[in-house]
């Protein structure tokens, strides 16, 4: 059932090469990754920090490389990194 609503998501989002893809709550980046080759970039933001984990292994352990996954709370207003972090391994977006 993943593979058809995958498909239906691709089909729906009628990406181009030069597109960008925001994966909000992106969870172990299943879908976002499922979308990569088909588009320039994915951007995956999650707030459980074991869920980013996952979705980059998944992206490495597939040999994907245009994939980025953010690991922060999409609800809250914009926060600097954690000291020392030049990472941007954890943001924090405003939703207005």
Sequence with gaps: ????????????????????????????????LSLASQCKHVLGFEAVESAVADARHNAATNGITNATFMCGDLLRGPAAPPSGDSTGSSVKLSAD
């Design 1 to 32: 059932q993943a593979e058809v609503l995958y498909k239906a998501v691709a089909d729906a989002a009628a990406l181009t090469p030069d597109d960008s893809v925001l994966d909000l709550y992106c969870g172990t980046g299943s879908i976002g």
